[in-house]
């Protein structure tokens, strides 16, 4: 099975734009979940979608959001981007015969100048 | 307090040696428990997982779960340089949510 894709892999925005990423989850996966992970604060969860609805929320300013469309695939938004959104965005997604356990995309590296 | 903790390190241990990684956790409800590997520049990818209390060996790698101390370890024998990377502790809390800790560094030393 293909793992999970994330497009792009990198990204550069001036503060102010708006960006969209991308993710594709495993084959048959229908949870998808995205993650900030930044070297001061780590690993933090922003959103989890499943059948095209959220399912659960991080503590993020409302300028993150995201969505998930019919065939699993899922998109987040940033708009208004702050130098302090640099960061790796990452994608997971689960399902499958270990439902809860999350497997990661490459990433998008997002910087804001 | 977080509701994930691990030993940021950096853990130093020489090849062939066990490096033992270590996390606790607050949430008393949670049930799933993750050790992923981070190496510098690319996306977590995972080792294992635990749900029961007790030992889960998968070939060099061991984890281990004691539920009344809410603590959670990784046992990695014969160390090895490749074995270099940062590890993650996980687990969800009783919200749904799959909480990180910070990551635990270690360096195995050839």
């Known amino acids: 099975k293909a793992g999970v894709t994330q497009t792009p892999r990198y990204l550069i925005k001036t503060r102010g734009q708006q960006v969209t990423l991308s993710c594709s989850p495993i084959s048959g996966h229908r949870s998808v979940s995205w993650y900030q992970q930044t070297p001061g604060q780590g690993l933090q969860f922003l959103f989890e979608?499943?059948?095209?609805?959220?399912?659960n929320k991080g503590n993020f300013p409302g300028r993150f959001s995201g969505r998930q469309f019919s065939n699993s695939r899922s998109e987040m938004n940033v708009s208004t981007l702050e130098l302090g959104d640099s960061a790796l965005y990452l994608c997971?997604?689960?399902?499958?015969?270990?439902?809860?356990?999350?497997?990661f995309g490459p990433g998008t590296r997002l910087t804001v100048l | 307090q977080k509701e994930v903790e691990q030993n940021s390190g950096p853990l130093s241990v020489p090849e062939g040696a066990i490096a033992s990684l270590n996390c606790t956790y607050s949430?008393?409800?949670?049930?799933?428990f993750f050790w992923y590997r981070q190496y510098s520049g690319k996306s977590p990818e995972l080792i294992m997982f635990?749900?029961?209390?007790g030992d889960k060996e998968d070939g060099r790698f061991t984890a281990q779960l004691n539920k009344a101390s809410q603590y959670v370890s990784l046992l990695i024998r014969d160390s090895q340089p490749s074995d270099s990377a940062t590890y993650l502790c996980a687990a969800y809390n009783q919200g749904g949510k799959l909480i990180f800790g910070q990551g635990t560094e270690l360096s195995v030393k050839p």
């Open positions: 979608y499943f059948s095209e609805t959220q399912r």
């Open positions: 635990i749900y029961s209390n």
């Open positions: 949430d008393r409800g949670s049930q799933s």
């Open positions: 997971a997604s689960s399902g499958g015969d270990s439902a809860d356990t999350q497997y």
